[in-house]
């Protein structure tokens, strides 16, 4: 049997998208091992999803370190002890620095709630709403230096209706669907590139 993709997936909340993606890989829809959960937030609900799916968990407050790349650095070394290939944000709120940009090129993937460069950043939903826009959606796109400014990957559309909580609803819902179908491909076709 061929080994698979190993990834390491980042998340700072609930862990739905987190979910989606294990439950993705567990189905088989998704090629790829979960080797790491990181979380920047010890004790968020995704913490216990990721051990409830028997997937090792690093939980890290970055206040603890004296600069990012410190705590960047401490990530890095559990991502190597784990032989994590691709780092996956889902729903992780920070931006990636340095250290992890340069030891992962190309190899990190963001999921962004809105369709990018439309509301790049924190409340993306919430902004599009406001905005008085008949669409928005989700962006799965690759990680840079920039907030949410990587180059895109794939884009999927979202009609606005009536109510802010039917938004979020739907983003959700799209999103659970989306990024792993997205992620599927992206690894398949760099599998192909890496055999041919």
Known sequence: MKSQPKMAVFA????????????????????????????????????????AAGIPVLELSPKSFENKADYETEILLALQQHGAEWLILAGYMRLIGPVLLDAYPTRIINLHPSLLPKFPGKDAIERAYESGEQETGITIHYVDEGMDTGPII???????????????????????????????????????????
């Open 154 to 196: 794939d884009q999927m559309t979202v009609v606005i209706p009536e109510s802010l909580e039917q938004l979020k609803e739907s983003i959700h819902k799209a999103e659970h669907a989306f990024f792993p179908a997205v992620l599927q491909h992206v690894l398949k076709i760099q599998t192909e590139v890496n055999q041919s």
């Open 12 to 51: 700072s909340g609930n862990g739905s998208n987190f979910q989606a993606i294990a439950n993705a890989a567990k189905r088989g829809e998704l090629e790829a091992e979960i080797v790491l959960l990181v979380c920047d937030k010890p004790g968020a609900p995704v913490t216990e999803k990721a051990r």
